[in-house]
Structure formats: C-alpha cells, structure tokens
C-alpha cells in the first residue's frame, strides 16, 4: 500500500508541473504580467493597386498589296544544231551495226541523232566540246573535240554498247550565214 500512495504523489507533482508549464492548458490564452489577456493584432490587409486602363488598341494595318508575279525569264537563245559528217575508222559489233560506216550525226534539242538512232545527252560541255549520250548502262556514245577554240582542230565519237563498240572521225559542217 505505501507503494500505491508514492505512486499517486509522484503522479500528483507531475501533473502539477505539466499544467504550470504549459499555460494551463492547450487552447488558454497567454496573460501578460499585468494579469491582462494578450490580444495579437492581425496585419493590415493589402490595399489593391490600382489597375491601369486597358490600352486602346492602334487601329488595324492595312494588309500590304499583294507582290507582282515575277516576270518570266526570256526563254534561252536556242542553240544552233550542230551537224557533223561522220565516217567509222574501227568496230566491233556484235549484232546489226549501230553507226555504219558514213553517217550524218546532228546535236540538238538535248539528243545526238546519228544514223537514224537517239541518244539522249547525259552531260555536255560548253561548245560542246564533250557530249556523252546514250541510255546509261545499255550504251553510250561519247563525242569529243581535241583542238583550238576556233574549232579548226579535229572532233573524234566513240560508241561503246550492247551491239559491239566503234570509233571514228567527225567533220563539222559550219552553217552560211
């Protein structure tokens, strides 16, 4: 029993100190020396800032005319056919000749016309001082000139294809003006 009673003390001046240390108790409000409650003043509340008038709107720009079509380009001078006079110094052919062993050979409008057959042109230099036609990987004909600018020097073809391969000489034919 005397155990039971020093329990009950020691609980006794706990609970003592727990309410004289917390205030009293949890939702108690907090006293000045003075014996006077506290009163916490709340903070001023924003004032609004003014808000600035909605700016007028600048009248709409009139849409920019419209731009003129550009002017079409004047079509390329057309170039001159060039007409040569061929003739065959070697061939191989497998099949019926391709070129024979005279022939006219013409350049124009983007083809070499020789004996009858077109051949599309794949690349040409200026002056056509190198045209290679043909259908790519089934056979081609290769036009070339070796000489000065006046066009005094001479113009070999070579032709190399399915139906054999053959060489030879061209002649140009200069157009009276």
């Not at 600048?58 to 550009?70: I, K, N, S």
């Not at 062993?101 to 016309?113: C, K, M, P, T």
């Not at 043909?134 to 070579?158: A, I, K, M, Q």
Request: hydrophobic share 35%; proline share 17%; net charge negative.
């Amino acid at each position: 029993m005397r155990k039971a009673l020093c329990c009950n003390t020691l609980l006794a001046v706990a609970l003592g100190f727990l309410v004289v240390g917390c205030g009293g108790g949890p939702t108690a409000p907090g006293t000045t020396p003075s014996g006077q409650v506290a009163i916490v003043a709340q903070p001023p509340a924003p004032t609004p800032t003014p808000v600035p008038p909605a700016p007028i709107p600048a009248p709409p720009t009139p849409e920019p005319p419209a731009p003129a079509p550009a002017p079409i380009p004047p079509a390329p001078p057309s170039t001159p056919n060039w007409t040569f006079d061929g003739s065959t110094s070697q061939a191989h052919w497998y099949a019926q000749p391709v070129l024979p062993d005279r022939f006219d050979l013409e350049i124009a409008n983007g083809s070499v016309q020789a004996a009858g057959h077109s051949f599309p042109i794949q690349s040409q230099a200026p002056g056509n001082v190198s045209v290679i036609a043909g259908t790519r990987n089934v056979e081609t004909l290769t036009l070339e000139y070796y000489g000065p600018e006046d066009g005094s020097g001479s113009w070999r073809w070579t032709y190399n294809g399915l139906a054999g391969q053959a060489t030879g000489a061209l002649t140009r034919r200069h157009v009276a003006d």
